[in-house]
């Protein structure tokens, strides 16, 4: 016998899209070719790590993930 199912049940909050304006697309080249990390280029344009790497990848622009070397 199956049990039923009780109490309240998780629903997904509604995604929120939002539409790439040029501002959003000069700040994502600009901070990529300072080689700011994807986190950082993420928070500062208030989107999801994957959505500005995805974006980045359309573009054909480069980001880098990974430490920065320090120069000596």
């Keep these: ?3 039923k199912a ?3 049940t998780k629903t997904a ?3 929120k899209l939002r539409a790439w304006t040029k501002e959003d ?3 994502l080249k600009a901070l990529a070719r300072d080689k700011e ?3 950082v280029i993420a928070r500062k344009l208030k989107r999801t790590e ?3 790497y995805q974006k980045a990848l359309a573009l054909g622009v480069t ?3 990974g ?3 320090e120069r000596a």
């Design 1 to 3: 016998m199956a049990k």
């Design 6 to 8: 009780t109490g309240t």
């Design 13 to 15: 909050k509604p995604r």
């Design 25 to 27: 697309v000069r700040m």
């Design 37 to 39: 990390k994807t986190a």
């Design 50 to 52: 994957r959505a500005t």
């Design 63 to 65: 980001l880098a993930g």
């Design 67 to 69: 430490r920065k070397k």
